[in-house]
Structure formats: structure tokens, C-alpha cells
């Protein structure tokens, strides 16, 4: 145990004592993980310093983009689609140059196709949204071994294929299509129209491209829109998959879930809304529980996800912080190891 300056944690150290507020009230108990929103809110509370476990293995989160890397790609990405205007705006052929910056900068990563990836829920915009599913389809792009020209027009298309939602003067955000007027409901199906007809013209971008941003919420059994198509080509379907997943995550025209429930989701619906073998390579890289997740197992114990075991993405290595009874430990389990123990459910 050590005393560590508030300043200096990075939000993968583990409690060694109870924090108070300044009311003598239990904050933060023994045995949590320290994530970033907390050291925010300890810093709100002028609380300065804090006891935590030393010598022990913290989180290992993997992503794909670095998140000082992913921010830049945002601010650029931001700033050219928010000067696009209806139509024929140049400015918008810099996403050429945009996705092929992400691709290059995901393939310069070592056994970056071997990984697996710690991709949390959060709140997004769709800027953000636009830059994860370039990054999520790269993967799954390169994964599948598609030619190179191919993998760089679904760059593209990723970063523009909810353009169309510009146009929109809907609130979608963490709401399901149920909690939207029939009205708008109607409207923001039709993004992928307005999105298409804006670059239906341009001569920079391919017509792949293009196809891609009209069918990325078509669905195999034709319950997707605004065409209800049935039959997309591999790039569409790939789109398909990596878009339904992060809106999921980040609530995007629908209600905020979990990382397990959208996976849950996409395995449901394999081979019925979405390309199977698509979904398995996708699920083949996405961490079911990301590192840092709070999850209660089958044994009634409490741990915190540390890092994920490469091809089982849904056994990973688990810090245990209390056990059946509720008392506070310290054990480390690997569950490709102790195969009676799974994850019951997500307790975060």
C-alpha cells in the first residue's frame, strides 16, 4: 500500500482504503478500481490524496486507435463535415485523405489484426461514432483479407455515412425509435437518402462508397431501411455490422446497452439481420467485457475485468475484490484456467 497525489493516478489503480467525503460519508470503498470519472470527482472534492495497492497488475485496456490519436482524427473529421453544405461541397474530399490516415495509422500497430479489443459504451456524437465503426470496419476489413481499395472505400464511407443526420433537426440520441413522433421516427429513417443524395454526384468518391452510406441500415431479412433490401454487397453487410454495434454502445437512434447485450444482439441476430461469418470475425476481436468492467461471476464474486485472453473473448483475466460473503480479497483469476467460473453479469 502507498499514499498517491490525486494528480498522479491514471485510473487503473486499485483502492487499498476507503475514501471519505468531506462529511465522513464512504466515496469510494476499498477495493474499487480508480476510474478517470472518479479522479475528476475527487478533484471536485478537494481530496488530494489517496491509499492504493502497489506491486499489483493493473488493467491492460487494448484499443485500436490511441485516444490522443482518435481525438485529433475527430477534430478533423468534425471540422470538415460541419462546413459541408447540401451539395457540392469540396471541402468533403479531405475524408479520402482522413480515412486513409486511420487506416494507415491502424496498420503501422503490431499484430494489429491478432488483437483483442477493450471497446466501452459511452456517450458519442456522431463524430466520434463515424471514426470508432472506420476503425472497428478497418479491422474486420483487414481480418477478412479484402483487397486494398476495397478496405479504403469503406474508410470513406464510414466517416460519411451518417452525414445525412446533419440535416436532421431530431433529438436521437439515447432514444429508441419508440420514444420518437411517428413523424420523426419517419425523418430519421431517411438519413441514409439525404446522406447519399448529398454525394450522389461527387467524383472523389466511389460508388461503392456511396452504396455503402444508402444500405448501412438495410438488414438481410429486409427489416432495415429506407430500401428494405434484402441481398448487399460484402462491404455494405460489413458496414451493416459495425454500425448497429456502436450506435448500440453509444446511443445513437436507439437506447444506450452494454457491450454484452450488443453483442448478444448481433449473435442473435446472425444470419438473419446480419452476414454470420461477418459477425463471427467481428466478435472474433471486440472484448465482451472490456478491461475495467465491474462483473459479478457464477461463484457470487465480485471482480474487475484486468485484460483480455487472445481467441477467448469471453474468459478474461479477473481481479476478485470481494468474495460470496462480501468480505474484501485480493485474488487474481484467469478464466481460460478455472473453468468453473464464469461472468454471471456486468454489475457497471
Given amino acids: 500500500m502507498k499514499r498517491c497525489n490525486v494528480d498522479e493516478l491514471t485510473g487503473t489503480e486499485i483502492l487499498a482504503r476507503d475514501v471519505f467525503t468531506p462529511e465522513y460519508q464512504i466515496l469510494l470503498s476499498e477495493g474499487m ?24 497488475p493493473h488493467t491492460k485496456t487494448v484499443v485500436i486507435l490511441k485516444e490522443e490519436v482518435e481525438q485529433v482524427f475527430k477534430h478533423k473529421v468534425k471540422n470538415i463535415l460541419e462546413k459541408h453544405t447540401y451539395s457540392h461541397n469540396e471541402k468533403l474530399a479531405e475524408i479520402c485523405q482522413m480515412a486513409d490516415r486511420i ?44 483487397p486494398q481499395q476495397m478496405v479504403h472505400d469503406i474508410g470513406v464511407s464510414c466517416l460519411l455515412h451518417d452525414l445525412g443526420l446533419r440535416y436532421l433537426p431530431i433529438d436521437y440520441f439515447n432514444k429508441s425509435m419508440d420514444e420518437l413522433s411517428e413523424l420523426e421516427a419517419s425523418e430519421y429513417k431517411k438519413h441514409p437518402i439525404y446522406g447519399y443524395t448529398a454525394l450522389r454526384g461527387e467524383n472523389w468518391i466511389s460508388n461503392e462508397s456511396k452504396n455503402m452510406i444508402l444500405y448501412h441500415h438495410e438488414r438481410m431479412d429486409g427489416s432495415g431501411y429506407p430500401l428494405k433490401a434484402t441481398d448487399s454487397p460484402v462491404e455494405c453487410r460489413i458496414i451493416q455490422v459495425c454500425d448497429a454495434f456502436d450506435e448500440m454502445i453509444c446511443g445513437i437512434g436507439c437506447k444506450r446497452v452494454k457491450v454484452y447485450e450488443a453483442i448478444e444482439y448481433l449473435k442473435s441476430f446472425r444470419g438473419v439481420k446480419f452476414d454470420g461469418k461477418i459477425v463471427d470475425t467481428f466478435l472474433e476481436f471486440t472484448a465482451v467485457y472490456p478491461a475495467g468492467t465491474t462483473v459479478l461471476t457464477n461463484e457470487k464474486e465480485t471482480g474487475i475485468v484486468l485484460y483480455q485472453n487472445k481467441e477467448f473473448p469471453t474468459r478474461p483475466v479477473l481481479r476478485i475484490i470481494r468474495d460470496k460473503n462480501g468480505r474484501n480479497v485480493d485474488i487474481l483469476k484467469d478464466l481460460v484456467e478455472v473453468n468453473h467460473v464464469y461472468i454471471e453479469k456486468v454489475l457497471d
Fill in 33 to 56: 478500481l480508480i476510474k478517470q470519472e472518479y479522479i475528476e470527482k475527487l478533484k471536485e472534492l478537494d481530496i488530494t490524496e489517496v491509499y492504493i495497492k502497489e506491486d499489483e
Fill in 103 to 146: 487506416i494507415t495509422n491502424i496498420l503501422e500497430e503490431d499484430q494489429v489484426v491478432e488483437q483483442i479489443y477493450d471497446i466501452r459504451e459511452r456517450s458519442s456524437d456522431i463524430y466520434d461514432h463515424s471514426i470508432n465503426i472506420c476503425s472497428l470496419a478497418t479491422i474486420l476489413a483487414l481480418k477478412l483479407d479484402l
